[in-house]
């Protein structure tokens, strides 16, 4: 007798996957599925976008009455629309009132869904909803910082790839590097500085590009895992605890998770590779937010060139602010909302301590680009389950600007600073005559109306025309399910 579970399962088989394997689409650089055609709102040869405004993501001044001409997925001219003359072959779309940014490149993102289950955290697996909701929000490429399921977020890339599901393009992290410290029961716990060079090297032979080391590990651990993955030409980030930002910075690790956040380094008393987790706020919140020791740190770690990834929308306080930030309750299956919206209503108006230290961390990253810095974003769709991919990826953009950026600014911490981390900015980030077309046609002026970035209509990866909305819609009610 058929189970519940296996008739959902042979369901959702048959719903998103099926229909792709079996027959195939031809696009003009790549096949596509039935299953990801349906969302597909333009895909021609050569395309002319017409009379738009151009924020290109190099954080210069925006171009208004601009033409985008795209033949084979590559930007092929860009100017002034009174200079560029389409060709005749192009399928033509005016853009008039309408803006394009290059598609996002988010560094903090995962394909899991987290649910605390005290005293557990569980990190649900979202293989279908989340690939969607990531490129309807504008993130042609994302890194998954950490991941649950290896194997599942390899799989996932090479299905995109292949043309047979909808998403970005992924840099897939490896799993967590961790000891046993926080009761998350997919976590694999290492014992020894030595199984966290063997797990590194195993998953690097399996296909992933980037590791995320956590919050329990050692120096030790550390430096095995910065050596292996530098040697394959790797990077290494963090989100810390029992690792100084500056200890990292001095072992050679690449990137910070969470901006100065998790940061240990002004805990009073703190003892050498161990997590003092309880102190770590109070001692940020004691900091003067134009303190000199804060200073200090940036310095030191802008000249070991360690990229910071700000995911303000995880942090978002509650009093004053949406229940979903970015406004994405419509993807939560009913269940999870009403979770979600107790803890909310539970929370409001009583965070005003964690209100002020979440200010304070906007203008720490102000200030750490100012330094020089190169600082990334994401959104970290964990923590109390208010973060829904797509939805807070453009909402980025929103606290970026109330963080003192202007929107030209924040669109490339969004876009270059993070495809030239990665070592892709010849290809994408920016929008320029030779790229990749990647990019966000957008209704309305979020330079003028930061609110328009919501309005997110046609996502282009490699010039293939997204539907925003339709993709938006399709996972309507089912994040927490898959």
């Not at 453009?394 to 911490?413: D, M, P, W, Y």
Request: aromatic share 8%; charged share 25%.
């Amino acid at each position: 007798m058929e189970t519940n579970f296996q008739s959902r399962t042979k369901k959702y088989f048959l719903l998103f996957f099926l229909p792709g394997f079996l027959v195939l689409a031809t696009a003009h650089a790549q096949q596509f599925t039935p299953t990801v055609k349906q969302f597909i709102a333009v895909n021609v040869d050569t395309l002319a976008l017409i009379h738009a405004k151009v924020v290109d993501g190099t954080g210069g001044l925006s171009k208004t009455d601009q033409t985008i001409i795209i033949i084979k997925g590559r930007i092929v001219q860009l100017g002034n629309a009174s200079r560029i003359t389409a060709p005749p072959s192009a399928k033509i779309i005016d853009c008039s009132g309408k803006t394009i940014i290059p598609g996002m490149v988010m560094m903090h993102e995962h394909l899991f869904y987290g649910e605390s289950l005290p005293p557990n955290y569980l990190g649900l697996a979202m293989p279908l909803s989340f690939p969607r909701l990531y490129l309807a929000g504008g993130a042609t490429t994302i890194r998954t910082t950490g991941t649950v399921e290896p194997q599942t977020d390899l799989n996932i890339r090479k299905w995109i790839d292949e043309g047979k599901m909808v998403g970005p393009d992924i840099d897939v992290t490896g799993p967590y590097i961790e000891r046993e410290f926080l009761p998350i029961p997919e976590v694999h716990f290492i014992k020894s500085a030595d199984e966290a060079e063997e797990d590194v090297s195993y998953w690097i032979k399996k296909g992933c590009t980037s590791f995320k080391v956590y919050m329990d590990i050692t120096q030790d651990d550390l430096k095995k895992v910065v050596a292996v993955a530098h040697k394959n030409n790797l990077k290494v980030t963090g989100h810390l605890c029992s690792i100084t930002y500056r200890e990292a910075a001095t072992i050679g690790i690449d990137n910070l998770e969470h901006g100065f956040i998790p940061c240990s380094d002004f805990v009073t008393g703190r003892k050498e590779d161990v997590c003092a987790f309880g102190a770590v706020t109070p001692s940020l919140k004691k900091l003067d937010v134009n303190s000199a020791e804060m200073k200090d740190l940036m310095k030191f770690l802008i000249e070991k060139k360690v990229a910071i990834t700000s995911t303000l929308p995880v942090f978002e306080p509650y009093t004053g602010r949406e229940i979903i930030p970015g406004d994405g309750s419509a993807a939560l299956a009913p269940q999870i909302k009403e979770v979600v919206e107790q803890g909310y209503n539970a929370a409001v108006g009583k965070d005003s301590s964690d209100a002020a230290l979440f200010k304070k961390e906007m203008a720490w990253e102000k200030q750490f680009v100012e330094m020089g810095g190169r600082l990334m974003a994401g959104v970290d769709p964990t923590g109390a389950g208010r973060t829904i991919p797509g939805y807070a990826d453009r909402h980025v953009l929103e606290l970026l600007k109330e963080a003192g950026f202007t929107f030209s600014q924040a669109v490339k911490i969004c876009s270059l600073n993070a495809a030239e981390y990665l070592g892709r900015d010849k290809d994408i980030g920016t929008i320029a005559i030779g790229k990749r077309a990647d990019l966000v046609l957008i209704g309305g002026d979020p330079e003028k109306q930061i609110g328009d970035v919501r309005n997110t209509e046609i996502v282009f990866k490699n010039g293939v025309g997204f539907d925003s909305k339709k993709i938006f819609e399709s996972v309507n009610g089912k994040v927490g399910l898959y």
